[in-house]
């Protein structure tokens, strides 16, 4: 199906706010599976059209799953101000709950997607609490967030959490994410997909990473 424009409502803390996004949904009889898909931090240029994104949006579409991008508060077209993790993870919450909410959408098959800033966010908000069936967390950026506290809150979630990071990232470093998901749990720590010669940003493999994906979700 055409991707559209929707917006949607984040009840932050800090008031309520509208988030942009776009979202395809399969014309099909039965409930498509779903997957948000949470965008990298603004002050690398990152918003919900880059091409990783994109890439996998399109991937998943074609095989029947209904995706929805978004930009955080403050990014594009969104209303309210960038919190740099404070109050993205809300808004994480209000895509999925947007993206439930659809009569065209298997709410109990829906799955978060994020990379970098988008990832970190997305584990922040199972530790939150909040609910999906999974999660894919492309290079979560470790060496810039402080994460030794959220563990332990991380793994109470039932969602299954995946990891995806090249070999040379220096914002994710492979090391750093192997002690990350052992702490966790040892069924994160065998879900680590390294991508051999892939820095942080990916370029030219994106293809690859969303083949990667459509394995796991599939699982």
Not at 9 to 27: A, F, Y
Not at 32 to 60: K, N, R, W, Y
Not at 194 to 202: C, E, K, M, T
Request: net charge negative; hydrophobic share 40%.
């Amino acid at each position: 199906m055409a991707e559209r424009s929707v917006r949607f409502p984040s009840d932050r803390k800090s008031g309520r706010i509208e988030l942009e996004s776009r979202i395809r949904v399969p014309d099909t009889a039965d409930k498509a599976p779903g997957v948000v898909l949470c965008q990298p931090h603004p002050a690398g240029g990152g918003e919900m059209g880059v091409p990783l994104l994109v890439v996998i949006s399109d991937t998943l579409d074609s095989l029947g799953y209904a995706t929805l991008r978004f930009n955080f508060g403050g990014v594009g077209g969104s209303g309210g101000v960038f919190s740099d993790g404070a109050e993205e993870p809300t808004d994480v919450g209000a895509a999925l709950d947007y993206l439930v909410s659809l009569d065209e959408v298997d709410g109990d098959n829906v799955c978060l997607v994020g990379w970098s800033f988008g990832a970190w966010m997305g584990l922040m908000a199972l530790a939150d609490g909040l609910s999906a069936r999974s999660i894919v967390a492309i290079a979560p950026p470790l060496a810039a967030y402080p994460w030794e506290g959220y563990t332990e809150r991380i793994g109470a979630s039932a969602a299954s959490r995946h990891y995806i990071a090249g070999d040379s990232d220096t914002f994710c470093p492979l090391s750093t994410l192997d002690i990350f998901a052992a702490a966790i749990s040892d069924e994160d720590a065998s879900n680590i997909h390294s991508l051999s010669g892939a820095d942080h940003f990916l370029f030219g493999r994106e293809q690859e990473v969303a083949r990667l994906i459509s394995g796991i979700l599939s699982e």
